[in-house]
Nanobody
Framework: QVQVTESGGGSVQAGGSLRLSCLAS????????IGWFRQAPGEEREGVAS????????YYTESVEGRFTISTDDAKTKVFLQMDSLKPEDTALYYC???????????????????WGQGTQVTVSS
């Protein structure tokens, strides 16, 4: 089994910053793709950013490009989502998820991600 755990959510004012962390552990025998997603009340889950930690290749959805940065630690065990210049429309429950090595690793390819965390709330006030 693969366990995915997110942390780092919170409440900030517009223009502020937050950093989310994701740890994927357990039965991982391959180099997975890691993605960040979000879901606001009444809306569909959408991809935000994703990366292949060992390759350093990153992808972003257009609405966050230039404001959010996905990265990994030196040990390639954690993936971070640095969120700057936050807007009220960024308010959502943010999830981290793992995709297998055959995946495209694009954040819009939500169905490729098979192991999901419980989510961490991000609230941005105006």
């Amino acid at each position: 089994q693969v366990q995915v755990t997110e942390s780092g959510g919170g409440s900030v004012q517009a223009g502020g910053s937050l950093r989310l962390s994701c740890l994927a552990s357990g039965d991982i025998t391959y180099s997975p793709c890691i993605g960040w997603f979000r879901q606001a009340p009444g809306e569909e889950r959408e991809g935000v950013a994703s990366m292949w930690p060992r390759l350093g290749r990153t992808y972003y959805t257009e609405s966050v490009e230039g404001r959010f940065t996905i990265s990994t630690d030196d040990a390639k065990t954690k993936v971070f989502l640095q969120m700057d210049s936050l807007k009220p429309e960024d308010t959502a429950l943010y999830y981290c998820a793992v995709a297998p090595p055959w995946a495209s690793c694009r954040p819009e390819s939500v169905n490729e991600y098979k192991n999901w965390g419980q989510g961490t709330q991000v609230t941005v006030s105006s």
